[in-house]
């Protein structure tokens, strides 16, 4: 049973190797504590591995049928709505999000618990020196450095002002902290663990679902856009640090755009490529719950058990692409048709041939093979790939100098011309800025990008005009407006009965 804010520290580590399968494949070394004398390649291993265990929160079954943290930030946005009722969307419609809400619960708990694991692997690691070699101790702790930013980086989004740790947590005193402001946190943690490991021995390119330097590069971009925007705005000069890091990637070479839509919901194709970073999923061990998630709610048109219909496009957002726009086509980033599953309808039933649901449903993430055979899914979920680095560089550089370079220009057409959309040459800032930002919308939609890229901006697309207005006094799909309160995600009621140093302002 989860401990309330931070759990005391004593790790069951795990191992697991280089490739994608074994990643996932957790076989346990031993119990490891803060006592433990540290000698073993192994069991440095393993104390890294430990920080990838909570990576699960970008992606996890969440208290209820057809629940998953991924909805959280999908529903704030406006943008999403759901069939299943039980995945409490009626809340987020209405915009009265509660303390009680088991979405913020697990992305407090998990990211808190996936921080405390890093926090033993960097206390533990620095012990292994002498007796493994000095690269592999400097990759570890860059793996670690990145992992604990990243965590940090979605709770202080999520929640704002949040308790700052550091070390491992030993005493129950330890326990009840108060927050650290939002900048704070990022200067004292998320940016310097970047830094720290964009100078340690990772490489540059990983395809093993490994952190890579170009991981650690593209987290401290979105942390610079971040950061020079809402609610810190840090400054200028944040975008040009954003942008250099962005850039080095694109001159690298090592990364491209898939040439296809359906190579991003292929498995095959996890880790590679356009993939920069990714949560490991694979048959039969850690499967991608999201795949029957996003499928018209028990329509029978696939061998899962069940299809939830949890997390649907409207259809504003749907029609809001422009015409000609590939992304908008059918089995694109959206579907209205497909057959029913033989399991679940008689031989000759007119559904095995073609079922019209008469609206739109996400495509994005369409296993095909674990929807119509294995009723699992191995695809990966992503955080980051190369169509993001792209949108942050051209978003970046241009706000940093005041005028799109031929970089930022190629960088969004890059993005367009997939999409089977002419050059963007309009070089105005303001024009500029808008069309990155639209590509944003529609390039990464679903992907957990969308919600904080409107808190940061404090702006929202208004899918009726195509015009960026304030997100506070907007109002939604569902005659609800949003307000200050909603940019932030109140903390979860557990965690203030436990903690009386946290509150809501209640």
């Not at 590069?217 to 975008?239: F, H, N, S």
């Not at 890091?245 to 919901?265: A, C, G, H, K, V």
Request: some cysteine; aromatic content about 14%.
């Amino acid at each position: 049973m989860k401990n309330k804010l931070f759990y005391l520290i004593l790790v069951v580590l795990t191992s697991m190797v280089s490739c994608t399968s074994d990643f996932l494949n957790e076989l346990p070394t031993g119990t490891l504590t803060s006592e433990s004398r540290l000698t073993s390649k192994e069991a440095a291993l393993a104390f890294t591995n430990s920080s990838y265990s909570n990576t699960t929160v970008l992606n996890e079954p969440a208290f209820s049928w057809g629940g998953n943290t991924v909805l959280l930030l999908e529903y704030m946005t406006g943008k999403a709505a759901s069939e299943n009722s039980q995945s409490n969307f009626k809340e987020f419609e209405d915009l009265v999000l509660s303390e009680r809400s088991p979405f913020i619960e697990e992305w407090w708990q998990d990211s808190y618990s996936g921080i405390a694991k890093c926090n033993l692997a960097l206390l533990k690691l620095p012990e292994f020196e002498g007796s493994v070699e000095d690269n592999l101790i400097s990759r570890y702790q860059g793996e670690v450095r990145f992992m604990r930013a990243m965590y940090y980086f979605y709770l202080v989004r999520i929640f704002g002002d949040i308790p700052k740790v550091m070390e491992p947590q030993t005493e129950l005193g330890e326990l009840q902290l108060a927050p650290s402001p939002i900048k704070e946190i990022y200067d004292d943690i998320i940016i310097p663990d970047l830094l720290i490991a964009e100078n340690s021995e990772l490489p540059f390119k990983e395809e093993t679902g490994r952190v890579s330097m170009a991981a650690v590069k593209t987290l401290l971009a979105d942390v610079y856009l971040t950061y020079a925007g809402y609610p810190v705005q840090g400054g200028p000069q944040y975008y040009a640090e954003s942008a250099k890091r962005s850039e080095e990637i694109i001159n690298s070479e090592m990364f491209s755009l898939f040439p296809e839509y359906d190579d991003l919901r292929n498995p095959l194709n996890n880790n590679r490529q356009e993939f920069i970073f990714q949560v490991q999923f694979s048959v039969n061990k850690r499967t991608n719950e999201m795949v029957p998630g996003v499928l018209p709610s028990r329509s029978g048109m696939s061998a899962f058990n069940l299809e939830y219909g949890s997390l649907i496009p409207t259809p504003n957002f749907v029609e809001s692409y422009v015409e000609g726009d590939k992304r908008a086509e059918e089995k694109q980033f959206f579907f209205t048709t497909y057959k029913g599953h033989p399991s679940k309808f008689s031989a000759g039933a007119p559904e095995l041939e073609l079922m019209d649901f008469n609206a739109s449903y996400i495509y994005k993430f369409f296993d095909q093979n674990a929807i119509d055979v294995v009723g699992q899914s191995g695809l990966n979920w992503t955080i980051y790939r190369y169509a993001d680095v792209l949108l942050l560089y051209a978003e970046a550089q241009s706000q940093a100098e005041g005028i799109p370079s031929t970089m930022a220009i190629n960088a969004l057409n890059a993005v367009r011309n997939r999409a089977n959309l002419l050059d963007f040459t309009n070089l105005d800032l303001e024009s500029f800025r808008k069309e990155v930002w639209d590509q944003r919308y529609f390039e990464l939609c679903y992907e957990n990008k969308m919600w904080f890229d409107i808190a940061r901006t404090r702006l929202i697309r208004d899918d009726a005009s195509g015009e960026y207005v304030n997100i506070v006094g907007y109002t939604n799909n569902w005659g609800k407006t949003y307000g200050e309160n909603h940019l932030l995600f109140p903390f979860p009621l557990s965690e203030v009965q436990a903690n009386p140093n946290l509150t809501n302002g209640q």
